[in-house]
């Protein structure tokens, strides 16, 4: 009993932890993008644009594209370049070697990356909508960019001509923890050169973006979740019959 207690007193712990070791920025709501094709296209036409470049998403075929509404010849004609198939899966040639020599690590496989990143703070989704907005020039990194919640990243900011270049603002202020010391605080953007987009616009296209991302990720998750209504329905049915017939068995017994 003891050894019980001390297991289900350390089960209990683990949320905790896990939301008290993740800390850094706070991540923003992504708006629901997964019943809207148009924006579920549009997410589409900004991934092959800005992100297929250098990431693949190697478990996903161009052909699938079809499931949000688009044709093979308008995949054809607006998603694929070069020699590529619509029965080809979303891959690039950006070899490995290269990858490592010019961001001094293989940019991920973005297949599943929104379900990857789900934590205690929020969603996979939360996570990409707000990493994707938080980029601000700093000179002092390789690429000349930083990322608010990702640190020190090794990914330049691929979106800059829409959303501008902005650069980051920091307070030194004291710590709560420890008077003697000090913590560098996030005060807010500022805004150097503009995009193309306004930002209320930019971040209507990062969630179209994250939109298709999430799709992606999980293609089959609206037919999924209406298959569960079905499935929740016939149970709820069986166990009414179930226990009617179970009364019935046992009517003359009782």
Known sequence: MKLLKKFLATIALVP???VASEGGFPLDHAPE????LSALQNGARLFVNYCLNCHSASLVRYNRLRDIGLSDDQIRANLLFTSEKV????????????AKAWFGAV?????????????GQGSGADYVYTYLRTYYKDPSRATGWNNLVYPNVAMPHVLWDLQGVRKAKFVE???PHDESKTVHKF???????PGKLSSPAYDAQ???LVGFMSWMSEPVKNKRQQLGVWVLL??????????????SFWKEVK
Do not use: C, H, Y
């Open 16 to 18: 905790l932890l896990a």
């Open 33 to 36: 993008r997964g019943n809207d």
């Open 87 to 98: 029965g080809d899966l979303m891959k690039v040639s950006l070899a490995e070697k290269d």
């Open 107 to 119: 940019p991920p496989d973005l297949s599943v990356i929104v379900r990857a990143k789900a934590s």
């Open 173 to 175: 202020e004291k710590d």
């Open 187 to 193: 005060e807010g953007f500022e805004q150097i050169k």
């Open 206 to 208: 990062i969630a179209d």
């Open 234 to 247: 016939f149970m709820s049915i069986l166990v009414f019959l179930t226990w009617r017939l179970n009364a």
